[in-house]
């Protein structure tokens, strides 16, 4: 019985590097971070030790920031198409780039006395911007997305009618919180790999915007419901885009029983629970969608 070297890649992965630009008047920051995978022809280095093809990991955080200078970062689907080609392009045994990148939002405080505008603190809950680029040499497979966009509905969320049997203890309810921490990835149909073809910045704003509004205004009958609702709605409206992927757990929010301490509680105060949650996870995407290929992974 043999054994052979499966399916591998290797890379360096979150280096975090902020970008300063600076204006006479205001200085702008992009706080990202930034995970490489390659592949390839990689045998050699596992079976025999031979390093010849192998682009050293340093070298990749090393062309991170020499990047990050050279070209400036702009939009980070465009940042991560440029390095994802740049390692596929120049070395003939790395066949396969994937680059991640989640970007880190910084709110402006208040002018300085010097009068520029170069301080910043971290949003409390601000969502993270994401995008995953596949490169082989040919097509470059974009997903944009966000995490940690936490949301709650105070009302409009029912659950009721579904499946019992002798250990289900859940009541229905007509009126409940829903409330998610939104983990949504939305794939490009376009593969051309260039850097520059898209507005990624408007895609990325409208995506976000129709999401949210999707879960602001769809009456929910289970969390199942609003995740196909959200993903619809921004295939509705950005023709850009094929495919969305949205991961929702369900942050469980129970009415605190009161009748001991003489208290009714309509709907009025909640205990958190933090463990166990139910976990939705779901594609919305087009008839037509192309292939994914690696898109996802
Ligand atoms: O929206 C929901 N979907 C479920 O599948 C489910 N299961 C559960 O216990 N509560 C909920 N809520």
Redesign the pocket.
């Known amino acids: 019985m043999g054994i052979k070297l499966g399916a591998n890649h290797y890379g360096k992965a979150e280096t975090r590097v902020v970008a300063v630009r600076r204006h006479p008047d205001r200085h702008e920051i992009k706080d990202l971070n930034v995970s490489v995978a390659l592949s390839g022809d990689m045998d050699d280095a596992h079976l025999s030790g031979d390093n010849s093809k192998v682009l050293p990991t340093d070298t990749q955080k090393n062309t991170v920031f020499v990047f990050a200078r050279k070209y400036g970062i702009g939009e980070i689907e465009e940042f991560a198409i440029i390095l994802a080609k740049h390692f596929v392009d120049s070395q003939p045994s790395v066949h396969h780039a994937r680059v991640a990148i989640e970007e880190y939002a910084w709110d402006r405080i208040a002018l300085p006395s010097n009068g520029i505008a170069h301080s910043f603190a971290r949003s409390g809950t601000a969502p993270v911007r994401t995008a995953v680029v596949h490169y082989d040499g040919t097509k470059a497979h974009v997903v944009s997305g966000i995490k940690d966009l936490i949301v709650l509905n105070s009302t409009d969320s029912e ?1 009721w009618g ?1 499946l019992t049997d002798e250990l289900t203890t ?1 009541k229905e309810t007509n009126d409940r919180i ?1 409330s998610t921490v939104v983990t949504a990835g939305w794939r490009h149909a376009d593969t051309t790999a260039d850097p520059h073809r898209a507005d990624w910045g408007a895609s990325f704003r409208e995506a976000s915007r129709y999401l949210l509004a999707a879960f602001a205004d769809t009456h ?1 009958y ?5 995740l196909y609702a959200m993903g619809t709605r921004v295939l509705d409206h950005r023709p850009e885009l094929c495919e969305v992927q949205l991961e929702l757990p ?1 942050k ?1 929010h129970f009415v605190v029983d009161l009748t001991p301490f003489g208290l009714d509680n309509a709907n009025e105060v909640f205990i958190v629970a933090d463990r166990p949650y ?1 976990l ?1 996870h779901g594609s919305v995407l087009r008839d037509d969608a192309p292939d994914a290929g690696p898109a996802w992974s």
């Open positions: 659950f579904f859940l829903l929910s289970s969390l199942q419901q609003t369900n469980h139910g939705m």
